[in-house]
């Protein structure tokens, strides 16, 4: 079952388009991944998935129905998501902004009731935040500032999640703390995770389902066995890489690699 | 994983505590202001040439008795000068605060982004061109010049390469702001109108009559209305552009709203005072210091805390050279500039 559907979509800034004429389906209660080289129109991809850019032509269906002509709102209370390095203004505390994810649900001045603290609380609880709910986020460091946008999407209570580069800037154990705690969230509750990652394997080791893409084209999608093969990984990257097993996940990753010679 | 419910008991108490600590704050500000703000005001209406003790004031004010010289004096001329003063202090504090909010730039003030001068450069041509405009027509001109302002800072800042950065804008600002400074100045020389504009320039109050407060009133009233209405839009906005239409903002229905009650404020404040500076810089990093970064309460904190500024600046300004008037636009450029030193040293990117 896919719960969001890319439809021939042309996406682009002012005249240049990025993508064009792409099709994809997110599978529904998976983990998706995104993988490409820069510049290949993975983030943008994300963007109008999550209606941040408009489409040119094509459409994003959420549920069957298309993204644009939903209210934004009604798409908020099903949908969260975690720009690029997104940053808090200074000395917001980490319950402000976890509390900023219940705005979908709420109406007029927006007073916080009940059910929003019961969630705020809660996604601070599954971050492991709740000792630092009153610190200001400035003072927090790069991998708990992460779990505090991860918190903020989660008390929005939505069914989907995407995330850009979650665990870019972030240290290798927190890198692996953000990724265990999205899959903690898609295997417990069946969160539907689409995010965009730079690192192979990790990609292997969390997804379900991956999606390769080069200059705005998907280049092909699949289980992780399938996309992370040597030939695969030289047509999206231009890398010769060695293949092995993943220890951990039995998935495959990239062991090393290196560069093809030009002109040999 | 523990699920909503399980976790309710345990906060229930939590909640209690934790919910009213900043909102205590603001509403100590706002009514402590208000206060300060009345106090101010009795005082810089009792401060002038004519020495009248704050008692005179308050029988002027509420029990007026047209034969007494003092009562004419607080009436015809005090008064409008000083309530002008507040609401022109709120109207660049709240422009500014909007600004700050919308663009996430620390830096935004309706002086620094080239709105102020826009309106005086308009005013400009207005007293040159069609010299006897009513006050009425010139304010919408002044809104008008506003926008024009904004518009040529933005459209040059969007040109260069990298987009719009924090510092970009207020070089633009400073450079349109300089090149509309001089083209008013040019009009002024031109038509033999500088005794006119000059006390646009000096950014003073002591122009301001009656008729002023009673044309501006309604349209600062209704921007004022408005920018609190969209003061918790604004406080997404500040989260950045992706994660308000995330959390399922209109952003660009906040966006053209905001930029309009900016314009009606700014274009408002400036048609009274002139393009002084600084207030709408100063007096949202204040307020956000005091009252943290909800909007719903820095949107009403801005208001009192702006009018007071600029009414305690007035004072200052009469008080400093006696019989002569410092223009207030130096007095809080005196405060203003370090305070824009210090937020650009911190790179500009701190909200």
């Known amino acids: 079952m896919s719960i969001l559907k890319v439809d021939q979509v042309a996406i682009g800034y002012s005249n240049a388009l990025i993508i064009d004429d792409l099709s994809v389906s997110i599978p529904e209660k998976k983990i998706t991944t995104i993988i490409g080289p820069n510049g290949c129109g993975k983030s943008t991809l994300l963007k109008a998935i999550s209606r941040v850019l408009k489409t040119k032509s094509g459409a994003v269906y959420l549920d069957g129905r298309a993204i644009h002509q939903l209210q934004t709102k009604e798409v908020a209370k099903k949908m969260a998501i975690l720009p690029q390095s997104a940053e808090a203004p200074a000395g917001l505390t980490v319950f402000e902004l976890v509390s900023y994810g219940r705005f979908p649900h709420q109406s007029g001045f927006g007073s916080l009731k009940k059910e929003d603290y019961e969630y705020i609380y809660w996604a601070l609880d599954v971050t492991g935040l709740m000792e630092f709910k009153d610190r200001s986020i400035e003072a927090l460091s790069g991998g708990q500032r992460q779990r505090v946008w991860i918190a903020m999407a989660l008390a929005q209570g939505t069914e989907i999640l995407i995330l850009d580069e979650p665990t870019t800037y972030l240290d290798l154990a927190h890198q692996l703390d953000i990724l265990l705690l999205l899959q903690r969230l898609n295997e417990e509750e069946g969160r539907t995770i689409v995010m965009v990652l730079h690192d192979l394997n990790h990609a292997s080791r969390f997804s379900d389902y991956m999606i390769a893409m080069k200059d705005g084209a998907l280049m092909m999608e699949g289980t992780p066995e399938e996309v992370m093969t040597c030939l695969n990984l030289q047509s999206v990257f231009n890398i010769d890489a060695s293949i092995a097993t993943c220890p951990f996940s039995k998935n495959p990753i990239c062991l090393s690699y290196q560069l093809f010679q030009k002109n040999k | ?351």
């Not at chain 2, 702001?177 to 008013?184: C, I, K, R, W």
């Not at chain 2, 956000?288 to 208001?303: A, E, K, T």
Request: contains cysteine; aromatic residues 8%.
């Open chain 2, 1 to 351: 994983m523990s699920t909503p419910a399980e976790v309710s008991a345990e906060i229930e108490k939590l909640t209690e505590i934790k919910k009213h600590s900043r909102p205590i704050m603001a509403i100590v500000i706002l009514f402590g202001g208000v206060v300060a703000l009345l106090f101010s005001i009795g005082l810089s209406i009792s401060f002038g040439a004519a020495d009248i003790k704050l008692a005179t004031v308050w029988t002027a004010v509420f029990n007026f008795n047209p034969d007494l010289t003092p009562h004419q004096i607080i009436r015809e001329i005090r008064m409008p000068r000083v309530l002008g003063a507040a609401m022109v202090g709120s109207c660049f504090a709240v422009a500014g605060a909007i600004m700050q909010g919308m663009t996430r730039n620390p830096l935004a003030d309706s002086g620094l982004l080239g709105l102020n001068a826009g309106a005086a450069f308009m005013l400009a041509l207005c007293f040159a061109f069609s010299p006897g405009l009513p006050y009425m027509f010139l304010i919408m001109y002044s809104f008008l010049g506003a926008g024009l302002g904004a518009g040529i800072v933005y459209g040059i800042g969007s040109m260069s390469r990298g987009g719009l950065t924090p510092m970009r804008l207020v070089l633009a600002g400073a450079a349109v702001s300089a090149l509309l400074g001089a083209l008013s100045e040019g009009i002024a020389l031109y038509f033999r109108i500088g005794q006119d504009l000059a006390f646009w320039y000096a950014g003073g109050v002591s122009g301001t009559k009656w008729i002023h407060l009673q044309v501006m009133s309604p349209w600062i009233l209704a921007a004022m209305i408005g920018a609190v209405i969209l003061s918790r839009s604004i406080t997404l906005l500040s989260l950045g552009n992706e994660v308000a239409i995330g959390l399922g903002q209109k952003t660009k229905t906040i966006k053209v709203f905001g930029m309009l009650i900016v314009l009606i404020l700014a274009g408002a404040a400036v048609s009274v005072v002139g393009a002084v500076g600084f207030v709408g810089l100063i007096v949202p990093h204040l307020t956000r210091l005091l009252v943290g970064h909800d909007y719903r309460w820095i949107i009403p904190c801005s208001i009192v805390i702006g009018g007071l500024l600029v009414v305690l600046a007035d004072l200052g300004a009469r008080m400093i050279n006696p019989p002569y008037e410092t223009p207030i636009g130096a007095l809080i450029a005196l405060i203003g500039v370090p305070f824009f030193l210090y937020l650009a040293r911190k790179g500009g990117k701190e909200l």
